[in-house]
C-alpha cells in the first residue's frame, strides 16, 4: 500500500520535475496535471524530460484559474486517473508543483500507513469560520459567478450586486452542508473513489462549477458525505495572508521550516535554490532533528498580517497614513500633558520628573522654541527645537515625538501662550493624560513686573484661548484622560490631585508622596485679580478668590466628623 | 474625485506623454543593447552627469541586485562616464546636451525611453546616489520582491528618500571610486520627518530629515520632498511626473495604506552627501539647473560656507534594513 500524488502544476516547470522525481524516488505513483495554460511546446518538453521516472502519468489538461472550476476539474481527472490506473495506492495526496516535502518522504508513508481509514481534509462550516476574505462567505455557495474576479473584477462585482438586489439564490444539491477549508488535501481511496463515482455527481458538478472558489469547496463538502473518519487539517502548511493568497516561503525561511512539523509545505518561491537543494537533496540533512516548533511560523505570519491590517499604532509614514480616527492609537505610547503646574509650583518639572521618573520637558509647544527636558536642542530621532519646523506640522511633531521615544513615558507642560494647534490632536488621543489648573496662567503676569495695561491685554487673551482648550477638552470627541481643576479649588487641597496624577502615570516608586513641589507664593494675588476685575477684565478661569486669601493664610484643621450610627 | 478632475488627469497624462516624445529628439543614441532584454527582466533607468567616480559601485549594486539592464541618459558629461558606461555589457545609452531643468529635470527622457522600452518590466528609476533598500534585500534578491508584489497586485513600490551623511564635516573622507558610500555617509535622521497629503495626486508629501533641519530650518515648507515610488511594473501609458515622487495615473501613488495597516515600503539610502557635494553644489548652483530655481543648491551653498556639519548628536548610525524597519522608516507590510 503506497500513496499518490497528484499534482497540480502550472509555472515553475522545472522545480516541479525536481519534486516530482523527489516523490519518486520514494515510490510513490505521481499523477501530474498541468494547466490548460502552459503551452503545447513547453508541456511536451515537460513531459519529456520526465518520461524516464516510473509510475508517471500525465492526465487531461484543463485550465485553471484562480477561483474558478478549472481547479477542480483537474483534481478530479488527475484523482481519476491515479485511482485506475495505480491499484496499490490507499492515499492520495493533492500537491501542487510549488509544495515542497520537508520530511522524508518515508515518514509521510508510515504516517499514513498507520492511519488507513483517516481522510485529512480541512473542513469547516461557512457558518463557524471568519476564513473568507472580501465579504463573501455563504454568498459562494447561493449565487452565481459566471465573470473572472481577476480578469473581469468589475463585471464581477455588478453579478454580485445584481444578484443580492434581486435576492437571487441557488439551492444546494440534496440538501448538503456546504463546507470549505484548504485546498490541499489527504483522501483514502474509498472516499475519493466515492465521491468520484456517486452516480449524482454530474449534478454535484452541475452546482459546484457556478460556485466562487470551488476548490476550496468542493471536495470539503463532499467528503463529509462519505468519509468514515476525517481529520480537518491539512498536511500541507500553507499561510494565507489578508487577502487570501498564500504567503511564498524563501531561503531565510530555512531554519522556520526545518522546526515545522509538517510533511509538505507550499508555496515555495521558484528561485528559493537554497530550500530545494536542503529538503529535496540532502534528506538526512533536512532531518536535521531539530525541535520541532511550528508555533513559530504561525506567530511569523500572523504577524505579518497584523501588520498589514492594523499597524503599529502611532507610527505614520511613507506606507502608513492612517485617515483620521482610523490610526488604531493616534500615538505610540502614553504621555501626560500638564497645563498650569509649572506656573503655581517653583520646582515642578524637577520634582515630577524625580516622582515618576519620566522623562519632563518644558512647554514644548512654547513661541520661541520646544523645550526639551535638561535644554537639549535636540531630541530622539534629531526632532530639532526649531518652533518654525515645529509649526510648520505641529502633529506630527507630537506624533514623531511620542514614537521616537517609545519605552519612556513623556511629560510636557502646555498652556494658552503655546501654539494651540495640536490641542484637538491630544484631545483624541486615548494615550494622553491631560491635567489641567485653568487660570494658573495669571500666575507669571502677577509675578511679573509689567504695566498694568499690558498684564490686563494678555491676561484678557490667555483667558479666551484657555476657555477654548477647555471647550475642546469637555467635548464629546474627547478621548484623551482628562482632569481639569480651577486653580481655586486646587489649591485648596493640592495633594489629592497630584497623587491621582502620579498613580496614574504608574511609575511611582513610593506609595505615597514623601515630597511636594513648592508653591509660589500667591500672598496679594487676590487683590492682583480684583484690580482686573476693576479694571473691567474680569478673570474667571481661576475660579473664586476672594480678596483677602493668601495661600500662607493658616486654615484651621476641621474637627473630625463624629460618626453617627 | 469627480468625472472631470479624473479626466483632467487623464489630459495631464497625455500632455506629458506627448512631451516626453517631442524630447526624445535631444537623445543621441550612443550604444543600444536593449534586444539583449528578456521579457522578465528588471530594468534600471538613470539620468547622469560627472557621476563618473560613482558608477561602478552604483552598477555594481544593482547588478547583485538582479537589475537585468540599465538605461542612462548621459546629460552632457564631460569626466569620461559616458565611455565608461559606453563599454559596460548590460548598459544602453543615450546622450543629449539640452538643458535638464527644460526636460523637466529628466523626466520626459526617462519617460520617453520607459515607454519605448519597459512596457510589461519591472522598473527601477533612480539616480546615482540612491541605493534602494527593501525588506529583506539581505536574503532576497529583487526579483523576489517583484514576484511578491506581481502575486498581490501590486504595480508600485514606495521607497522614501533617506538623506546619508558623514559624521564630522562633508569633506573629511574622500570618496574613493568603487567604495561603498554608505560607509562613509553612514548616518541618518532617523524620526523628523512630517507627511501630509496631496490630495490632487493621491500621493504623501514628506519631508524633513538633515536637509530641513539645517539647511531649510528658517522656511520648512521649501525643503525638498522625499516621498518617491521609484519601482513600477511599468505600463506605456503610465508616467512620471515630478521626479520620481508622483505618477499618473495617480491610483500608483496610493503606495500608503489610510485605515491603519501598514503596505511593504523600502528606503532609498541618499548618498549624496559626501566630498563630492561641495563641488557639485557649486557648479549647479552655476547652471541653474535645479529644480525651484536651484534653491535647494542656494540654501545649501550658504550653509556649507558656514558648517558643513549634519551629524548631530540624536544622529542614527545605518545598520540595515531592519533597523529602518524597527524605525518605522519602512515597513515589511505583510511580506514575512
New interface residues.
Partial sequence: MTVGVVMLVHTALGRAEQVARHWAAAGCPIVIHVDKAVPRKTYDVFVQSLSDVPDLKFCKRFRCEWGTWGIVAGSQSGSELMLASFPQVRHVYLASGSCLPLRPVKELLNYLAARPRTDFIESATTADVPWTVGGLDEERFTMRFPFSWKRHRYLFDKAVAVQRALGLKRRMPNGIVPHMGSQWWCLTRQTLSAILQDPERPEYDRYFRNVWIPDESYFQTLARQYALKIESRSLTLSKFDFQGKPHIFYDDHLQLLRRSDCFVARKIWPYADRLYEAFLTDEAAAMKKTEPNPGKIDRIFAKAVERRTRGRSGLYMQSRFPNEDWENGVTAAPYSMFQGFAELFENFEPWLAKATGARVHGHLFAPDRAHYADNQTAINGALSDSAIIRDYNGKAFLTNLIWNTRGERQCFQFGPADNQDVCWRIAKDPNAQVSVITGAWSVPLFRSNKDFADIRREAALLQKIESEHMNILRSPYTKARVRIWTMAEFIEAPMEPLQGILDEIGQTKLRRIAEVPKMVDLSGFGQFLQNLKNQGMHPYMMGDFPVERGVAATQQRPRKPYLVQ | MGLINSYRLRLQRKRWRIRAYRKRRELKEIVNRTAQIKSDDILLYCTQRNEKIRLPYFLDYYRKMGVGHFFFVDNDSDDGSLDYLRDQPDVSVWRTRASYKRARFGVDWLNYLQIKHAHGHWTLTVDPDEFLVYP?CD???L??LT??LD??SIKSF???LLDMYPKGRLDEQPYQSGQDPIEIASWF?????????NYKFAN?W?QGG?R??VFF?????QAPAL?KVPLVKWDRRYCYVSSTHMLLPRGLNQ???????????GVLLHAKFIDTFSAKAAEELERGQHYAASVEYKAYAASLQTDPQLW?????KYINWRQLEIL?????????
Fill in positions: 529583506f536574503t532576497r534578491p526579483r523576489a514576484d511578491w502575486a498581490s514606495s521607497a522614501m535622521d532617523s524620526g523628523n520627518y512630517s507627511l501630509s497629503r504623501l514628506i538633515p530641513a533641519r530650518k528658517d522656511a520648512p515648507a516621498n503606495v500608503y495604506d489610510e485605515w491603519g495597516g501598514e503596505k511593504a515600503s548631530c548628536k540624536w544622529s542614527e518605522g522608516l519602512m515597513s515589511k507590510g505583510n511580506w514575512a
